[in-house]
């Protein structure tokens, strides 16, 4: 999915004209991405001079280390609320039961995807 890199945006506007569905729009002097209905079609991406729309994959580091974080806090949580260090190990467990979930989700919806080349 695109993204803006607020750094480098100049504000030019031409992504926002050239977006077919018009949903890319200027936020002070920065553009933004409705997620909502983008159709994820790149047209953006294409016409970026300054290359400020960004594909998601880059963010992938910081989802990962987001991703370590949150389980920490909640493993701290779990210990200090159900008053046991032992529930911090439980917590991980339950944490990489849900990622592995995310995994397999991600895996069978890349698996129904492949079929649409077919259809």
């Given at each position: ?18 977006c ?26 294409d ?31 779990c210990?200090?609320y ?38």
């Amino acid at each position: 999915m695109p993204w803006i890199d607020e750094k480098s945006c100049n504000g030019c506007g031409i992504c926002v004209d050239e977006c077919p569905v018009d949903t890319i729009y200027m936020e002070g002097k920065k553009a933004e991405i409705d997620m909502e209905n983008c159709i994820r079609c790149g047209v953006c991406h294409d016409v970026c001079l300054q290359e400020s729309v960004r594909h998601d994959s880059e963010k992938t580091p910081d989802e990962v280390r987001a991703n370590v974080e949150m389980t920490k806090r909640f493993m701290e949580a779990c210990a200090k609320y159900l008053g046991d260090k032992k529930e911090k190990g439980k917590c991980l467990k339950r944490m990489k039961k849900h990622f592995n979930k995310e995994k397999i989700v991600a895996e069978k919806t890349l698996n129904e995807l492949e079929k649409l080349k077919n259809a």
